[in-house]
T-cell receptor, first 116, second 114 residues
Framework: AQKITQTQPGMFVQEKEAVTLDCTYD???????LFWYKQPSSGEMIFLIY??????QNATEGRYSLNFQKARKSANLVISASQLGDSAMYFC?????????????FGAGTILRVKS | DVKVTQSSRYLVKRTGEKVFLECVQD?????MFWYRQDPGLGLRLIYF???????EKGDIPEGYSVSREKKERFSLILESASTNQTSMYLC?????????????FGPGTRLTVT
């Protein structure tokens, strides 16, 4: 069964510094994908970045990059130059194929607080 | 812009009541999903639907049912609400097909069962 583990319940980072949020996964599938979502205190889930299992390069989206290490089954999110608005819950999720669609499995999440 | 809406942001119901949570998406997505979110557990899939009138159980379907009579609308039903169903409920939708198609989420419904 697929599983996502986020070992950091909470993190603090100083404004303008970089921070890494950890994510490890477990799957026997050859084809899968990894997502990171942000959930501010307002509750909506915001898509940040995606990495496919066959992508050879690490995904990047603006200040977000995904450090994908397939052999170690890790997909850590790196946020560069943290801003106060980055304070939120962050979820790592894995998507796998089902017979009739795709399924997302989420980790428990990491709360990030950016200090000024 | 994709929009996923949910009928209520906050809902308070009594134990034993039948509860309907409605979700509507405006992007003609084939797939629709219902999750519940609890502290320390992340989001867990309750049910999903890949087409009209089609449904599949997720990881925690017990105590819930769903209905999808129209492509844009996916309803979650709590037949007899219980206090352990107090939670945040999130609806999502996505295209069917490639894995990179992200799921778009609604704002969530915070349900309290007393």
């Amino acid at each position: 069964a697929q599983k996502i583990t986020q070992t950091q319940p909470g993190m603090f980072v100083q404004e303008k510094e970089a921070v890494t949020l950890d994510c490890t996964y477990d799957t026997s599938d050859q084809s899968y994908g990894l997502f990171w979502y942000k959930q501010p205190s307002s509750g909506e889930m915001i898509f940040l970045i995606y990495q496919g299992s066959y992508d050879e390069q690490n995904a990047t989206e603006g200040r977000y990059s995904l450090n994908f290490q397939k052999a170690r089954k890790s997909a850590n999110l790196v946020i560069s130059a943290s801003q106060l608005g980055d304070s939120a819950m962050y979820f790592c999720a894995m998507i796998t194929r089902l017979e009739y669609g795709n399924k997302l499995v989420f980790g428990a999440g990491t709360i990030l607080r950016v200090k000024s | 812009d994709v929009k996923v809406t949910q009928s209520s942001r906050y809902l308070v119901k009594r134990t034993g009541e039948k509860v309907f949570l409605e979700c509507v998406q405006d992007m003609d997505h084939e797939n629709m999903f219902w999750y519940r979110q609890d502290p320390g557990l992340g989001l867990r899939l309750i049910y999903f639907s890949y087409d009209v009138k089609m449904k599949e159980k997720g990881d925690i379907p017990e105590g819930y049912s769903v209905s999808r009579e129209k492509k844009e609308r996916f309803s979650l039903i709590l037949e007899s609400a219980s206090t352990n169903q107090t939670s945040m409920y999130l609806c999502a939708s996505s295209w069917r097909g490639d894995l990179e198609y992200e799921q778009y989420f609604g704002p969530g419904t915070r349900l309290t069962v007393t």
